[in-house]
C-alpha cells in the first residue's frame, strides 16, 4: 500500500534543509536621546462655605491658571482639562450631620515643547494660592523619529549578526525568510517596561516677591526595538 501524494505545495520546513540551511537570530538597539515634550500636571482647589460660593472660586482660580499658562503662546503644544469636582465636607451636628463646607478641584495637563520656559511657568504656577504642580513628566512623541532610528538599527543588528554566523561557516546569506518585531509572533510577550519618569510636586505657595525659576535639567529618554530575523544561506562545506 502507497500514500497519496499531495496534490498542492508542500509547507516549508520549520528548520530549513541541507540545501538551505536557515539561521534565526535576534537583533536589538537601545538608544538614548533628549526627551521633546514635557508635561505638567495642575491641580486648582478651592472651597467655600456653600457650593456656589466655592463654585465661583474655583471658576476663578481655574481662569487664571489657564490665562497664565497660554501666556506662554507657542512654548506650550496642548493643554487639557482633565477632571473637576465639588465634594461637600460633612461634620456631626448633635444626633446628624451638616455640610460644613464645600472643596472643589480642576485638573488641567500643560504640554510643553520649549525647556526654556518650563521651569519659570512651574514656579509660577506653584506661587499661586491652593494650586497644587506635579511633574514634570518627560517623553518622546508617539512619531518620534527616534522610534524609527531604534527599528533600523535593531534590523541592521539582525543582519549583520546573521552575516558573523554565516562567515563563522565559511558561506554567505542566501535570502530573508522573516522578520518580525518581538511579541508580533506570541501576543502575550511585552516589551521591557519603560523606565519611569521622574516627577515631584509643588504644593500652593503665597510669596510676597515672585520665587526664581526652578532650573530643571531634562531627563534622557531611553528607546528599545528589538527584532526576530530568519534566512537562508548558502550550504556551508562542513
Do not use: C
Amino acid at each position: 500500500m502507497t500514500t497519496p501524494e499531495a496534490d498542492g505545495p508542500q509547507p516549508p520546513v520549520p528548520y530549513g534543509t541541507p540545501d538551505a540551511p536557515r539561521i534565526a537570530v535576534r537583533g536589538e538597539a537601545h538608544l538614548e536621546v533628549d526627551p521633546e515634550i514635557a508635561r505638567l500636571g495642575i491641580t486648582v482647589t478651592a472651597r467655600g462655605r456653600d457650593r456656589r460660593s466655592a463654585l465661583d472660586d474655583l471658576t476663578r482660580r481655574n481662569t487664571a491658571t489657564l490665562d497664565l499658562v497660554k501666556s506662554y503662546g507657542d512654548a506650550v503644544e496642548r493643554l487639557e482639562t482633565g477632571a473637576f469636582s465639588i465634594t461637600p465636607e460633612l461634620t456631626r451636628h448633635g444626633r446628624g450631620e451638616r455640610i460644613r463646607t464645600y472643596h472643589g478641584a480642576v485638573r488641567i495637563t500643560a504640554e510643553l515643547t520649549d525647556f526654556t520656559a518650563l521651569g519659570e511657568l512651574t514656579t509660577r504656577l506653584a506661587d499661586l494660592d491652593l494650586t497644587q504642580v506635579d511633574g514634570p513628566w518627560w517623553a518622546l512623541r508617539p512619531d518620534s523619529p527616534a522610534h524609527r532610528d531604534a527599528r533600523a538599527q535593531a534590523v541592521r543588528e539582525a543582519v549583520q549578526r546573521a552575516r558573523e554566523y554565516a562567515e563563522a561557516l565559511g558561506t554567505t546569506l542566501a535570502a530573508l525568510v522573516e522578520l518580525a518585531d518581538i511579541g508580533a509572533e506570541n501576543p502575550m510577550a511585552h516589551p521591557p517596561a519603560a523606565g519611569r519618569m521622574r516627577s515631584a510636586a509643588y504644593s500652593m505657595a503665597a510669596e510676597t516677591e515672585t520665587a526664581a525659576p526652578l532650573d530643571l535639567e531634562p531627563e534622557r529618554q531611553h528607546v528599545y526595538a528589538a527584532v526576530n530575523a530568519r534566512f537562508t544561506m548558502h550550504p556551508p562545506r562542513l
